[in-house]
């Protein structure tokens, strides 16, 4: 079909013509994933890569092999490849006839999956993952991916600026260009750091990281497809950016089976930031594009945002370090007021496809509408978020027991200094009878060393 834009007209490709060419990455990577990850969780067992239960924030009862994220990697690593062999859904002048991946997208994820796994085999300080995931974002960068993803959105600033100012539009941009790549730079690293702690953060349960991705994936399916079916730009991009969704959403599927509650392997830091970079490369592949995609993309990823930025403003009013752990994450909340692990991913699964609806509805009315939807929907969560006391920690009153001389009868007189007696807070019946009360950040308990008798 043809339409006018202007007076150049322009073919509207289909969704089956668009996506089509590219379904078979979806198929490479859903294959691998699925095959390597219960390869993976034998040889996370076999070496002892496993999460250990601590009896408070990490809820499962036996050790869970790690790891899961290498196959997830795998899978979306092996779609990419099988798209150089897929050939563009349209042609254009002085193009290649394949997809072309921009070389420094698998540099950078390389550095992210090589940094998740020395977290998940050995432990890695905060600071030094912050310095990894800059540095993946330096490299993609180096080569020119979100170079300029600030641009059009200084083009649009500089155009209103210029109308203001003097009266007209000018004919070359408002911005110099080192203004231009400067913010871009800042813009991509910032996008790169906050997605993959983002993702991070949200693995808290079995299959809520990856479900939430999944989902996100498929929306940011959506909007390349859209993309690409009226788009008349640059035909490789719009390639790519269909290419990067279906190899993260089939990898994403192949992997969800196994993590699903009860899960049998966790994707661990290697998979969580992972998913966070491979998201994040979309996102700024999409702020190359234009504003609005950019804050469509935002928006299909508001829940990880929203329960990040939640986690760090609660942290701050309390007085506790930005990246000390709690049990006040969304997940959390849903499980302390009654639900499952199951009801609450999968509660949290209704979340994020609401997410991603209010995403995609910038494909169908005016940036500006959309905008005051999203404000309207961010305002009523955030108030919502307060009420349930996300910001504030509300410590949980208890009582406690002391010893008296009708306590200590039949102990022995002469009690050796070694001997530790540990003093156990009371809590609720309900509490009690339930373990560990979800939601509630606990201090560690500590032991009382009673002395010898002075007589």
């Not at 059009?152 to 070359?172: C, F, H, K, N």
């Not at 906050?194 to 990856?210: F, H």
Request: hydrophobic share 50%; net charge neutral; proline share 5%.
């Amino acid at each position: 079909m043809l339409f006018a834009l202007g007076d150049i007209p322009v073919k509207v490709f289909t969704a089956d013509e668009v996506l089509s060419p590219y379904v078979y990455v979806f198929y490479a990577a859903f294959i691998v994933s699925f095959i390597f990850t219960p390869i993976m969780r034998a040889v996370a067992t076999h070496f002892g890569i496993v999460d250990k239960p601590d009896g408070t924030r990490k809820i499962h009862r036996e050790p869970v092999a790690y790891l899961g994220g290498a196959a997830v990697f795998l899978g979306w690593i092996f779609g990419l490849a099988i798209a150089q062999f897929t050939y563009l859904h349209r042609t254009q002048a002085n193009t290649h006839t394949h997809v072309q991946i921009n070389f420094s997208i698998i540099i950078a994820a390389c550095v992210i999956v090589l940094l998740g796994l020395k977290d998940d085999i050995t432990g890695v300080r905060p600071k030094l993952k912050i310095a990894g995931q800059v540095l993946a974002a330096v490299f993609l960068l180096s080569l020119g991916v979100g170079t300029h993803s600030a641009q059009p959105l200084l083009e649009t600033l500089g155009d209103r600026l210029s109308l203001y100012m003097y009266g007209t539009i000018p004919a070359v941009s408002f911005f110099p260009e080192y203004v231009t790549q400067i913010v871009s730079g800042c813009l991509v690293i910032s996008v790169v750091v906050g997605c993959c702690n983002a993702t991070n953060l949200m693995d808290g349960l079995d299959g809520l990281c990856g479900g939430v991705t999944g989902i996100i994936a498929f929306g940011y399916l959506f909007l390349a497809v859209h993309m690409a079916m009226y788009g008349g730009g640059n035909v490789n991009a719009d390639a790519l950016r269909i290419v990067l969704g279906l190899s993260l959403l089939g990898a994403v599927l192949g992997f969800i089976p196994y993590n699903f509650n009860p899960a049998s392997i966790f994707m661990g830091d290697t998979g969580s930031m992972f998913m966070g970079f491979a998201i994040a490369t979309q996102i700024i592949l999409m702020a190359e594009e234009s504003p609005k995609w950019f804050l469509a993309g935002m928006v299909m990823f508001a829940l990880p945002v929203l329960d990040t930025s939640l986690a760090f403003v609660r942290r701050y009013v309390n007085g506790r370090p930005f990246f000390a752990p709690d049990k006040h994450h969304i997940h959390h909340q849903l499980m302390a007021r009654g639900l499952t692990v199951k009801k609450t991913v999968l509660s949290l699964y209704a979340m994020a496809i609401g997410f991603c609806l209010l995403g995609a509805s910038v494909a169908v009315m005016r940036t500006r509408y959309a905008g005051a939807a999203y404000l309207v929907t961010f305002g009523s969560i955030i108030v919502a978020a307060y009420k349930m006391g996300m910001v504030h920690e509300q410590a949980t009153a208890v009582d406690q027991k002391f010893l008296d001389e009708s306590d200590i009868v039949g102990l022995p007189a002469d009690i050796e200094p070694s001997l530790v007696l540990e003093v156990k807070e009371r809590l609720p019946a309900r509490a009690a009878s339930a373990g560990n009360a979800p939601g509630i950040w606990e201090q560690p308990v500590q032991p009382v060393h009673p002395q010898k008798n002075p007589a």
